[in-house]
């Protein structure tokens, strides 16, 4: 029953900046990590950045120094702060939340949102 939804994407020119906002449309809890995900037009989804419930962050090399994920639990949010932007950034950028359950890990997804980076 929760939903998660993205904002933020865009057309920017190369070296521009963007941030990404996603925010769960009702209460959800015990998330262990909110992270964020992207998929270019052939290619397969990878992972771009995620961080633990504990604030530690990872991230994807090729980001590294340019992006920066960030999450407000009061908010049920994650945001991706991305600066620098390349053209090879352009894909559709979908964030994730993974939930503890008692059997398990469960994953929730958002619907996407189109970062184009461009000239």
């Known amino acids: 029953q929760v939903q998660l939804v993205e904002s933020g994407g865009g057309l920017v020119q190369p070296g521009g900046s963007l941030k990404l906002s996603c925010r769960a449309s009702?209460?959800?809890?015990?998330?262990?990590?909110m992270g964020w995900y992207r998929q270019a037009p052939g290619k397969q989804r990878e992972m771009v950045a995620g961080?633990?419930?504990?604030?530690?962050?990872n991230y994807q090399d090729s980001v590294k120094g340019r992006f920066t994920i960030s999450r407000d639990d009061d908010k049920n949010a994650v945001y991706l702060q991305m600066n620098s932007l390349k053209p090879e950034d352009t894909a559709v950028y979908h964030c994730?939340?993974?939930?503890?359950?008692?059997?398990?890990?469960?994953?929730?997804w958002g619907q996407g949102t189109q970062v184009t980076v461009s000239s």
């Open positions: 994730n939340f993974k939930k503890l359950m008692g059997s398990g890990i469960a994953d929730y």
């Open positions: 961080i633990s419930s504990g604030g530690n962050t």
């Open positions: 009702g209460s959800i809890f015990n998330i262990l990590r």
